[in-house]
């Protein structure tokens, strides 16, 4: 069995797919929940999945022991950033090389980068004038939306879209696209 953990800041619409996705698969479990926000809403997911939930803020990321008392219990093959928004420090990347990806809902490297992530992005694509936008999966580096691209889907701006027109759009990719990618990598290996 392959094993992820899923870290999320917001609603956690994409963690909540993820969960349903492979809630009856014999070959991938969703085995961690995180967050760096007490009241977010993925942790309702976590609850109503029955999966361990932890919380921890930046500074935890950074302690010396964190991965070991937090994460390596639970023997990890890939974690899942869906809409998780503390930059991942370099120690975590080191203890998980190629084994951290994100989803970012533009294509990037447009409207990526520090302080472009939800609504910002959305509201972006639309002051660009852009004919299209769409999804962007990636692999984790030290930097914000920085890493290696492992899968690009596009959707179409019209001109007279409202930046949650868009938002909403890029949103059912993500939600198509994400679990489906998460599994071609786990089984590709
Ligand atoms: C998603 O659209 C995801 O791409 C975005 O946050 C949203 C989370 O939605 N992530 C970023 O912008 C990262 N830079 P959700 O909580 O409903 O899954």
Redesign the pocket.
Known sequence: MKKIAIF??????????ICEYFSFSPHIQVVLIGTNKPD???LIHARDFNIPAITFGKKNMLEKNFIEENLLPYEIDLIV?????LLIPPSWIQHYPQRII?????LLPKF?GKG???S??HNAVKASGDAETG?TIHYVNAH??DGEHILQVKCPVFPNDTPEQI?SR??KL?HFYFPRTIEKILLAE
């Open positions: 999320a800041s917001g609603h956690g619409s994409n963690a909540r797919k977010a809403g993925v950033l869906a809409g998780f928004l994100n989803i970012h809902p533009a990526g472009l992530f939800g910002h992005v999804i914000y939306d938002a890029v949103l993500e």
